[in-house]
């Protein structure tokens, strides 16, 4: 087993980091497709997301672990290696860690071999799994799932069935070029950036922290942050494609609340995307998560429709 193979080395700009002060979701999904695409290349597919590759690989499915913060300036490397390998699919594991070895951020995808402009699906070549026998690796506890369930799952998501399910819109738009890969194809982390756009609407204005302070306690700041991911791909909108995103709670305890997120086409009302995140409320000062009043809790528990998932 290897410990993987380095596929990436970089930082953190300023302008990649939000609101709570620290790098933005979607700029963690960037740097890991860059990831994929040095991985690609260890694999024996240098031009597997170049104009003119015939072969590429498609993101089916991410999980993603946030385990600790990185600030503009921060260093930042990755690591990547293969999980398992089917005839034409893979799952493969990223590690993105800060300069002491720590891991920042972790990314579990589920990756097809497709042809670069009609996406079918096609096997393996011998030469890349002798490559892929040589980066096998197991997934680190710390990359391993949490709160949320990986196993096999058909979504449940439609525009129709977000109206049903009285889902909040919390984006509308239309797809842009500069969103879009070399073959015209939305990237990735498009859709978790969006959501990260739109989110504030689900949540309003402020963020739910601890029961009420005695009167000369100072309020704290309470920001958000999600801990883990699940996205499914389901579907590639292009240049021009309209998108909707449809959210709402599935639950929550003292930590942690489940939200769905649901990308669809609002013109025909097929999904392009579908996500479960675990989010917490985040003292902003004091960089660290803070519990939920109860009262906050139940507000949540009855706001969160039966039946809605991935």
């Not at 506890?141 to 009285?166: H, M, N």
């Not at 097929?270 to 996500?275: F, I, L, M, T």
Request: charged share 25%; net charge negative.
């Amino acid at each position: 087993m290897s410990d993987g193979v380095e596929v990436w080395s970089g930082g953190v700009n300023t302008w990649e980091c939000d609101e709570m002060g620290h790098l933005n979701v979607r700029f963690w999904g960037a740097k890991a497709q860059e990831g994929l695409a040095g991985l690609a290349a260890q694999l024996g597919m240098p031009r597997a997301f170049a104009a003119d590759g015939e072969a590429t690989v498609i993101v089916r499915e991410q999980h993603i672990r946030f385990l600790r913060e990185a600030h503009a300036g921060a260093a930042l490397s990755m690591t990547g290696g293969v999980v398992e390998m089917g005839e034409t699919d893979a799952r493969l594991i990223l590690v993105i860690r800060h300069p002491d070895g720590r891991p920042a951020a972790t990314f579990q995808l589920v990756v097809e071999h497709v042809t670069s402009k009609e996406m079918r699906p096609f096997a393996w070549s011998a030469p890349i799994r002798e490559r892929a026998a040589g980066l096998m690796t197991k997934v680190p506890d710390f990359a391993a799932a949490r709160s949320i369930d990986l196993s096999p799952v058909t979504s449940t998501a439609s525009l129709q069935r977000a109206l049903g399910l009285d889902l909040k819109r919390i984006g509308l738009g239309v797809i842009g070029p500069a969103e879009c890969d070399v073959f015209g194809r939305m990237r990735p982390e498009i859709f978790i950036g969006r959501v990260s756009d739109g989110v504030g609407r689900l949540f309003g204005e402020t963020r739910p922290g601890p029961a009420s302070l005695a009167e000369d306690e100072p309020q704290p700041r309470i920001g958000g942050a999600v801990l883990e991911y699940r996205v499914l791909h389901l579907a590639w909108p292009e240049a021009g494609d309209g998108v909707e995103l449809r959210s709402g709670f599935a639950g929550c305890d003292a930590r942690t609340r489940r939200v769905i997120h649901w990308m669809v086409d609002p013109q025909s009302g097929r999904p392009w995307a579908s996500a479960e995140a675990v989010v917490i409320s985040f003292d902003l000062d004091k960089r660290k998560v803070v519990d939920i009043s109860q009262a906050a809790q139940e507000v949540y528990r009855a706001a969160s429709p039966k039946g809605l998932a991935l």
